[in-house]
């Protein structure tokens, strides 16, 4: 009897000691997501056309390997859509990302349709971001002529 | 046998006030659990009201350029007017907030725009305060650019 | 000593039985309590949300009696009162309600509101032919909400025909985009005419007519943009309302003067806001623009919006002559707003 009355304690304590574990901030977390990956791909590079935005860049990057783009401040000055893209993008999450040191990032850039130009892939960040338990991820669609491109940020906490 | 017999009483009180025990520390655990969901509970309306500034300010149809149907594109130049008295007006009392351009430190007046990238409205001052932060893009009227910034929203009592 | 035990036991038992019949009575009902204050949160939170997203959803309130009535900003029920602000908001109660975002687009600035409605049956009844009387029917329509999305749905009809004994009117399952872009079109062009309906249950009629006639609710228009709003109602008896744009219109049909004086309170204080910083934004542009050109329109552009802030402080909405003088501020302040757009500025 007297062992039944333990059990039922520590039954008791379990319950509301798991019951106290809550998830904290998921909306949060997944609106910062969001409008951290819908933020980077509009900032504007500093480059002219194709690479004027970084999700123009992004595109050139995937779909017209040989196009150059000229710096705005000095034409002279000219790089390959991929070498923009390589430079400007995770520069532009790590400066934002400082404000949050507890955050680590992994993003994927790949055309909607996988059999297009040869499945390739352009990933930025840490891969382990992607094994890690608690994720985040925001999606976004950058809509274009020849092949539409999908784009994947998933953040989590280090 | 009396004997025997008393402390088979005694046995069976014990057992009964033992039992009443159990069920009082139950009923005091879960009114505890009740204050405790309580707490918890006044935590996630803290933080559902902080997203709904957050999402509020960040697709402001008195801030956001024209065109961008997903919000997040603040202007420079409304924000550069905009007053803690129309922040007040529009969401209420007891809200501050800040806009703040990645790499930026001068803060904003009329006299130094476009050459700047800080706004803050309501500053809080020495009160208690909870707030959260999302990265929005920042236009620049003048120049047709697009930066990177971090809004700050918060509220104190 | 049997005896003894089974006495005892009698009174422990009923004793444990009292305490935790009462106990979970309480807790019953503080139950039910909670569960109709978490969902009555979860429907301001829902609101707020599709009035900072703009997309749409449905939301189950679970019971028609949840939510006794809507005096904005807030729903009064018998748990507690939510107040829904400072989103501006146009309810009606119902068990299912479908939550959209409409939106007053003056070019320069946008006034947001939401609408949370069950479903709903409307039929216009556009008296004569006159283009003016078919342009309110589908102006009002505009500002009800497309519910193509959700399940709750808003359904437009157009009647009545009399044939004998019996009057027939036009309602199949059609929604917004489809009723204006096809309906009202295809019969102002061919040219139908409708005589006034007798009150139909479940269904809200709109006559719309250039003479006032006898009916429940009634929109005479003196312009494209204005009239006046006649409503019969059984608890509040007749009334009359000025209406400067659809949106008036709209909201006296879904609460009636209520909710007409909060959404104009609501409209003018917000319009007042934009006006003022739309101003001082103008006036900063005007200094730092690099085209000289854009100069005199920013600072036309500043004139009037200091003459629509005048208008919104100084004027009364139920008055007819402010109201059209705030409609005229309103329609230059968005042509200007147009040039300032054409010169790139």
Known sequence: MIVLIIIIFIGVGLFLLISSLTTEGTEYYNLYTHDLLVSVMRVKTGYKNPCETVSDTLYCAMTRVERQCKYSMDETIKK???????????????????????????????????????GEIITYGNPDVQNRGKTWTANERVLRYQTNLQIQLILTSI | MLRKGQMHLM??????????????????????????????????????????????????????????????????????????????????????????IIDSI???????????????????????????????????????????????????? | MQIFKIIFGVILSAFILTILLRFSL????????????????GLKKTIEDVYTTGISTDFDLGSEDLVNFYSPPNLVTSVTDVNLDPVPTLFVPGERISIHRGEYDLGWWKFYFVHALPEMRIIFVPLGTSETVWKIAENI?????????????????????????????????????????TVLTYLFVEGYEFVQCKPIE????????????????????IDDDMGYVYVRDIQEGSKTYLYKNPLDIVSILLGGSKLYD????????????????????????????????????????TQVLGSLKSEIEEGNYRNEDDMKELNKRIRESSGIYQELEEMGC
């Open chain 3, 26 to 41: 309480s807790y019953e009902e503080i139950g039910e309590s909670s569960r109709e204050v978490e969902i009555l949160m």
């Open chain 3, 202 to 221: 479940g269904y809200r009629i709109i006559t719309i007519s250039e003479t006032p006639v006898d009916a429940d609710f009634q929109v005479v228009p």
């Open chain 2, 11 to 100: 046995e069976y009180v014990l057992l009964a006030f033992f039992i009443l025990m159990v069920i009082f520390l139950i009923i005091f655990f879960l009114m505890g659990w009740n204050i405790g969901t309580t707490s918890s509970r006044q935590h996630a309306l803290q933080q559902q009201r902080a997203t709904f500034l957050l999402k509020t300010f960040s697709n402001s149809p008195y801030l956001n350029k024209e065109g961008f149907k997903e919000g997040g594109m603040l202007e420079d130049s409304k924000l550069t007017v905009l007053e803690c008295s129309d922040l007040e007006e529009l969401v209420g009392r007891g809200i501050f907030a800040e806009v703040k």
């Open chain 3, 141 to 181: 329509t505009k500002y009800l909400p497309s519910t193509e999305n959700t399940d709750a749905k808003v359904r437009f009809g157009v009647g009545c025909n009399e044939t004998g004994e019996t009057q027939t009117y036009l309602f199949l399952n059609w929604e917004r985009d489809y009723f204006i872009r």
């Open chain 2, 106 to 157: 001068t803060e904003c007046e009329q006299e130094n725009y476009p050459r700047c990238g800080v706004w803050k409205f309501c500053s809080p001052g020495n009160k208690q305060f909870t707030a959260y932060d999302t990265p929005v893009n920042v236009y620049r009227t003048l120049t047709r650019d697009v930066e990177i910034g971090i809004l700050t929203v918060g509220f104190y009592e």
């Open chain 1, 80 to 118: 390959d859509c991929r070498e923009v893209a390589d430079e400007v993008t995770p520069e532009v999450i790590r400066k934002v990302l400082t404000t949050k040191p507890s955050l680590d990032y992994y993003m994927i850039i790949q055309p909607e349709d996988p059999e297009h130009l040869g």
């Open chain 3, 262 to 301: 909060y959404e104009n309170e609501r409209f003018l204080k917000e319009l007042s806001i934009a006006s003022s910083l739309a101003s001082r934004e103008s006036s900063l542009l005007r200094i730092k623009a690099r085209n000289p050109d854009c100069n005199i329109i920013y600072s036309r552009f």
